[in-house]
């Protein structure tokens, strides 16, 4: 069995119940690997179809996003960005300012934090699938041949389980920790301490600026707390649209939050005190009181038997998510292991798509060759063209399909249409500078529909999907002057980006 990571806050990532001795069947239709929202996604899908399907979890029942990743790091940034809001309303920042002292009850954010996680009890999570039907069993799960698993709890208790029609990977990922001279002798959190943490370091050293060290930025100074974010590109966020990364950053700096860029971090030590001091490749150092390692997340392929199949534990899947070389379409492959999309949201459509593709392949022999065009029930064609995601900082940036130099680097005819928060339903919110934001849309020219939207703004998160939509409907352009904006809201944008046309 693959080791355990260490759990933060002695949490408990092995409850006693659902062990491979309690199974009263070894044969399933489907075996699940992980329980993350995407195998659970894709087990209630299937088990709703009459196929029974059998979730096995190594650890906590519910995969990283809600005790470790999205759900705990989303409840801690809420507090903030709604007191920085109340901070820029007159008749409300007025209130904020008298009370003292004059920020967030910290505690009571953590205990807010805590009641999202259950305090780490899984239970919740776990009475759902059950409810959906899906059986249940804890312990590490490895391929041992065709349709084949075995699975193997902290006490060494064993089962073979065997798959009628499909075995599914969805095992998620795990942090990437980079090769830097001294990493491993001194403490440091990944993203599982930095979620559930329950004190705000004095100063936080954060290296990487992607998603999750950019989040970790806005939490821990929106609390009070010394922040240095380094990053090893010359910005924040690379990826991102360029104005989008610029206008983070300045939030981020308006927060007080030392943001180092082109500062790889090439040496860390811990000090006599515990303090710990970081080299980076342009020779400055920091010295702090914790280090947070943010720096990427890799495929969790090892252990889990692939080897027996000959598989590459770079593994690749097809349009309907089996993992190629595999033949009898009986392995699949979704969310963080495939690394197409590695969201919670878009992880879950993969689940959908395969989950359709598994059912209309056990439920007839003639849909053994399914519809692969593009857009079909069981192509991911979003993973090609409609990806979507929110970077929960403030301002958020909430990005779907291509941006400007991804289109380009396509060989896609592209323009780019820019337009700025300023207009009634933008300001009518609060006051002049409350919304300040940024959007484009990356429009191809040839086609004459939308590949690509960045909206970048207090609270845009929501703002995005109605360009998924115009993407995925490949709506003509010239039709979006008739989808009208109501007044005042903050989407009147769409009518600002129609007129910059
Ligand atoms: C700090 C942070 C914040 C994030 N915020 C967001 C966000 O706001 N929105 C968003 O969409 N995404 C967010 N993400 C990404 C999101 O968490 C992942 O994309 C999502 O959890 C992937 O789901 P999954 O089911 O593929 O994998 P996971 O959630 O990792 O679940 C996989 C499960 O499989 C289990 N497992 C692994 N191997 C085995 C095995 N051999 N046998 C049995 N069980 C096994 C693991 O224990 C785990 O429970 C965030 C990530 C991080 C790190
Ligand atoms: N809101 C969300 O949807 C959300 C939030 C957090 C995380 N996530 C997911 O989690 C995944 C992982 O996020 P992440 O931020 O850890 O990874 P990332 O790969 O997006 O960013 C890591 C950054 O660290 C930098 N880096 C690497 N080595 C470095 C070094 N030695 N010194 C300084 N910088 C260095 C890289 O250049 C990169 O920019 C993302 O792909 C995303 O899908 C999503």
New binding site residues.
Partial sequence: MSPSKPAPRNINLHPPNHTPKSLTETTFDVIVLGSGPVGRTLAAQTSASGLSSIIIEAELYGGDCPFW??VP??ALLRPAETLSASRQISGAKELVASVPPATVDVQGVFARRDAFTHGWDDQVILDISLSQGCTVVRGWGELLDERKVTVKNVNGEEAVLTANHAVVLATG?D??L?D?PGLKDVPFWT?REATSADQVPQHLII?????????MASVYAGYGGRVTL????AD????QEPQASRLVREALEDAKVDVRVS????KVQKNTDDSVTVV??DGSTVTGSTLLV????TPRTKGIGLERLKISPNLEVNGNLVVTGVEGNWLYAIG?INGL????HMGAYQARITANAIVARAKSSAAKVLDASPWSAFSNTADEKAVS????TDPNIAQVGLTMAEAKRRGIKVKAVEAEFQFPGAWLHAESNYYKGWANWVVDVEKNTLVGATFVGREAADLVHASTVAIVGELPIDRLRHAVPPFPTVSEIYTALFAAL
């Fill in positions: 990743a999205c790091s989303k990922s942090p990437i980079p830097i993203p290296i990487g600026a992607g998603p999750v060290g950019t989040e380094l990053s090893a590109s924040i966020l690379p990826g500062a790889g971090v090439i980076c490749s943010a720096t990427g997340r963080d999309s590695p969201t919670t995601h929110v970077i929960f």
